[in-house]
């Protein structure tokens, strides 16, 4: 079994700073692709950020240039830093993890969700 544990979020002006984390553990292997999602109210959960186990790292157009997402590969935990946060950021931000547990074996883990509102 593997668990992921979220961290990091809270209420932050509009222009601040707040940096998530996301810590799987359990029987691991290895991670394979790591990603941040995020989730409002009546709305479809979307896409924030994706890294690859190979390095390469992806983005949505709404955070490009001021999110940064990052892995610790000792750790087993994925990094999401948030910059010149907006309003529209506010969102339920979601850990999601495709997670090696034995060879050639994977399975996707998400992590329950953590609140980040950006309000003045």
């Known amino acids: 079994q593997v668990q992921l544990v979220e961290s990091g979020g809270g209420l932050v002006q509009p222009g601040g700073s707040l940096r998530l984390s996301c810590a799987a553990s359990?029987?691991?292997?290895?991670?394979?692709?790591m990603s941040w999602y995020r989730q409002v109210p009546g709305k479809q959960r979307e896409l924030v950020a994706t890294s690859t186990s190979v390095g390469s790292t992806n983005y949505a157009d709404p955070v490009k240039g001021r999110f940064t997402i990052s892995r610790d590969s000792a750790k087993n935990t994925v990094y999401l830093q948030m910059n010149n946060l907006k309003p529209e950021d506010t969102a339920v931000y979601f850990c999601k993890a495709d997670v090696g547990i034995t060879f050639g074996r994977s399975r996707i883990y998400w992590g329950q969700g953590t609140q980040v509102t950006v309000s003045s």
């Open positions: 359990g029987s691991i292997v290895g991670i394979n692709d």
